[in-house]
């Protein structure tokens, strides 16, 4: 038997709830780096802007995944932080994305 402990917003503080089959999604956090090019704005040609390549990634990672996964596999993809850029008229050369993956089956996680 295996036993945790996890706060819940549904459930009253002091309240134990449990079930036969799984109660909370596998957890998977993750971090995508983008290494780019800096150049000054008068000349973005210079540079390889990688808040641009960022702001891509962020649009299609959902439409990925949703081609990837049924519906009926019960999943989430939460891109929660990013950080890029130095100075706003410089290109960023560097830019952080940092999200979850939760699902409720491996089978759906490995996908």
Known sequence: EVYALHVHPAYPIGTIVSNCDVLLGIPQEFDVFFKGKSAHAAHPEKGNDTIAAACSFYQSIYTMLHKS?????????????????RA?????????????LRALTRETMIR
């Open 88 to 100: 706003r008229n410089i290109v960023a050369d560097e830019t952080l994305i940092q999200g979850t």
């Open 69 to 85: 996964i049924p519906p009926m596999d019960n999943h989430l993809c939460h891109l929660g932080k990013i950080e890029g850029g």
